[in-house]
């Protein structure tokens, strides 16, 4: 047994090249360190290994414990609401319709069902207001005592801004009342910056009912409107006559408000504060070459609305069919484009649109949107309406008559062209008001979905 080794010789001859000191620190070393240390073998002196079961551990103290993470869950607290709220996914507008016993909404996004439809908490002096626009975050303008009462109201925060009732007569000194029938602002009503906010409103402010629709202005927080602005008379082309300039539709675009007219021209005013007097700075009439509407002839126009999208300005123009093939609502789109033109003629056209290249409109007086439809997975190219017939008959809101709301829907621009009734339920009128749309975002940039998101159910 010569050749083979007994156990323990081969360690000497492998720490053999240093000296005696180095050795026993080695060892030394290894005792303290343990197995996972040093040498695989067992230093001679070293103690005998003990069970896991007798090495003493150490008793945690469940109160310091229980104070350590009080104190851990506090820094994170202070150090989450130091963060800035993520941004919210973007939201599309909801319906707002007047039901009986108050105003409900309806959502795209819950299906055709009873969930669809959520009850809006309001005042109660206001559960049958007359609604006459929006604006994005949750606001409303309506008129409480429908033809009287104008204001703003924020639907999430429940915020009041009061209206101007009356607008001033140059020829007399006394004030004459008024009927907001659609309006819009140039920025958000309760932002507290310096540049004001400035409100515009189709009106009427004549005694006839018949009287035609008038335009005004007003600073927000002002309960005086500028005097108010009567339509021109121009000569149409097609009838061969001289027709009443009517305003349709009112838009806040690249710092000027327009107006777009029952023959498609647009009246741009820019507004101005003069020794601290509203007052229009500049006025200009945007002539637009006459045109058909769809290709086909003597369409029967209902409704004309301006939308801004993708930093142009569109005209959503809403007619009744009776074609083979068609739907008995038809939409086209146009987008205003500057052409080159000799002398007293129209420097601008309407350019058909003939696809919407992925986008949403949601059209309505005073407060019509574009939606890019990256932004909204499993949605579709389309037109959202609503049941507007009504919106402007004066002598329905004075003698307080009922108002439609059953034609309310989606309008896809084909081909197939397709009209959908895409809200639930089907509502057929209302005694106080027309159905507008609920807008999202506002001036709150880190919660600029909430006016959805945070509106308070009954």
Not at 129 to 142: E, H
Not at 283 to 310: I, K, N
Not at 416 to 433: E, T
Request: with cysteine.
């Amino acid at each position: 047994m010569e050749g083979r080794r007994r156990r323990g010789e081969g360690v000497e001859s492998i720490w053999d090249k240093g000296d005696e000191e180095r050795r026993r620190s080695i060892w030394e070393r290894g005792k303290a360190w343990g197995p996972c240390v040093g040498p695989r073998w067992r230093a001679p002196n070293a103690e005998p290994k003990r069970p896991s079961s007798q090495i003493p551990t150490a008793q945690p103290d469940p109160m310091v414990d229980r104070l350590r993470a009080l104190v851990v869950n506090r820094s994170w607290r202070t150090s989450l609401q130091a963060l800035p709220p993520p941004p919210l996914p973007p939201q599309l507008p909801w319906l707002l319709r007047p039901s009986a016993g108050g105003p409900t909404f309806s959502c795209l996004l819950s299906g055709a069902d009873e969930l669809s439809v959520h009850r809006v908490r309001v005042p109660a002096d206001l559960r049958h207001a007359r609604y006459f626009g929006s604006y994005d975050g949750g606001w409303l303008f309506l008129a409480s005592r429908q033809t009287s009462g104008h204001m703003l109201f924020n639907i999430r925060t429940e915020q009041c801004l009061f209206l101007p009732d009356t607008v001033p007569r140059p020829w007399s000194s006394d004030d004459f009342p008024m009927i907001m029938l659609a309006a819009t602002v140039s920025s958000p009503p309760s932002r507290g910056t310096d540049d004001p906010c400035i409100g515009a409103a189709i009106v009427h402010c004549t005694p006839f009912i018949t009287d035609s629709r008038q335009i005004t202005f007003w600073r927000m927080g002002s309960h005086m409107a500028i005097p108010s602005i009567p339509p021109d008379h121009q000569f149409d082309v097609v009838s061969n006559q001289f027709v009443v300039e009517e305003m349709e539709d009112v838009i806040y675009h690249k710092g000027a408000f327009h107006f777009v007219t029952k023959l498609k021209n647009v009246f741009v005013c820019r507004l101005a504060l003069h020794q601290a007097d509203l007052v229009v700075d500049h006025r200009e009439w945007l002539m637009f070459a006459p045109q058909d509407d769809l290709g086909y002839p003597r369409p029967v126009a209902t409704a004309r609305y301006l939308v801004e999208s993708r930093e142009q300005l569109l005209m959503v123009l809403k007619c009744t069919c009776n074609l083979p093939g068609w739907p008995p609502l038809v939409f086209s789109v146009f987008e205003m484009t500057h052409v080159q033109a000799p002398a007293g003629a129209p420097q601008y056209v309407w350019t058909p649109v003939p696809t919407l290249v992925g986008r949403m409109l949601f059209v309505g007086h005073g407060c019509s949107r574009s939606y890019e439809l990256a932004n909204f997975p499993g949605f579709q190219e389309g037109i959202y309406f609503l049941d507007d017939l009504q919106f402007y008959s004066v002598s329905r809101i004075v003698q307080y008559q009922e108002y439609l709301c059953f034609d309310n829907g989606k309008y896809t621009l084909g081909p197939p062209h397709v009209a959908s009734r895409c809200f639930w339920p089907d509502q057929v009128n209302s005694n106080y008001s027309s159905p507008v749309w609920l807008l999202p975002g506002g001036e709150d940039d880190a919660n600029n979905a909430q006016a959805q998101v945070d509106v308070h159910m009954m």
